[in-house]
């Protein structure tokens, strides 16, 4: 019996979104993948799919001009073109999970990419950054705030942007639904709640989000139905307070969320720990997220063996 592919990348995207519990845009984003292979594939069957066929897609894929993802040869990135392959390695591992034989998913090897380098800043330059915003007006304040909470708890910034007012700020901790719909608790320091309290009592509105947008004037847009910050929002604010502070590398919330993690394991808290408070589901994505080089793991081991003599 034949499944007509167009049917079954369907039920897939359905599998995703409503079994698997991911997110709409994570959604979209295996439907483009999946039907760029089909496309390229001109299959009408699932179990047409071949190791050919996919090894055909790679080399085509290799050679796509890379646009916003342009890698060094002007071509698609390594990591870009990954993507794909785990959309379509997914794919398969569905067909299998349904019984319809097709290509096996362990066939699809993804291409090695190189260790991500990020530019991260130093101590001082967070403490400038975070002590930028030091007015009193509501822009200030509410940056003030964001910033101090990006950097207490670790939270993504889709995290952050989620955040309503209903969160207890008078307790040390809160809950906050992460990656894949997994709820964590993150912890608040008292810097942080300060420069919460502060921003919510110079609020006038009565929008629920924790953060909202500001027009011009710094005030609260009556105009706007929905006021909560987008994620794209608090990156430009980053920007705007890491140049305001003088720091002439690419500062994004992201970095904050990796200067809060490697804070904690330079002051001794433990990489699974450090797991736990990132809401990372495998301990070797912290291990990279946190940057322990093999130089940092022999600084460890030296310094524990070092005790012994």
């Not at 990372?280 to 990279?288: A, D, R, W």
Request: charged share 35%; proline share 2%; aromatic share 8%.
């Amino acid at each position: 019996m034949s499944h007509n592919i167009s049917e079954m990348r369907q039920q897939f995207l359905e599998y995703v979104e409503i079994e698997k519990g991911r997110s709409v845009k994570t959604v979209e984003n295996y439907d483009h993948y999946l039907k760029r292979f089909i496309d390229f594939a001109k299959i009408k069957n699932a179990e047409d799919i071949s190791a050919e066929m996919v090894r055909e897609f790679r080399l085509w894929l290799n050679r796509q001009v890379g646009g916003r993802n342009e890698g060094p040869a002007g071509t698609l990135k390594k990591k870009t073109q990954n993507y794909y392959l785990i959309a379509l390695r997914s794919f398969l591992k569905f067909l299998a999970k349904r019984g319809i034989k097709s290509l096996s998913p362990e066939q699809i090897e993804l291409a090695k990419v190189g260790e991500r380098a990020l530019d991260l800043i130093s101590p001082e330059e967070l403490h400038r950054l975070i002590s930028a915003p030091n007015g009193k007006d509501l822009k200030s304040l509410r940056d003030r705030a964001i910033l101090e909470l990006l950097f207490s708890t670790g939270l993504r910034v889709s995290e952050l942007c989620s955040l309503t007012r209903d969160v207890d700020f008078d307790e040390d901790s809160f809950s906050v639904r992460g990656k894949g719909e997994k709820i964590r608790v993150v912890f608040i320091s008292d810097e942080a709640r300060k420069a919460v309290k502060e921003y919510l009592n110079k609020r006038t509105d009565v929008d629920d989000a924790l953060f909202v947008r500001l027009d011009r004037e710094g005030r609260e847009d009556p105009k706007k139905s929905d006021l909560g910050l987008d994620p794209r929002s608090v990156q430009r604010i980053v920007k705007y307070w890491a140049i305001r502070a003088g720091i002439s590398k690419k500062v994004t919330p992201h970095i904050v969320r990796h200067s809060f993690a490697t804070d904690l394991l330079h002051n001794g808290a433990d990489l699974r720990a450090v797991q736990l408070l990132l809401g990372h589901s495998n301990i070797s994505t912290t291990q990279i997220y946190t940057h322990v080089t093999d130089s940092e793991l022999k600084r460890v081991h030296k310094l524990f063996h070092d005790k012994r003599k």
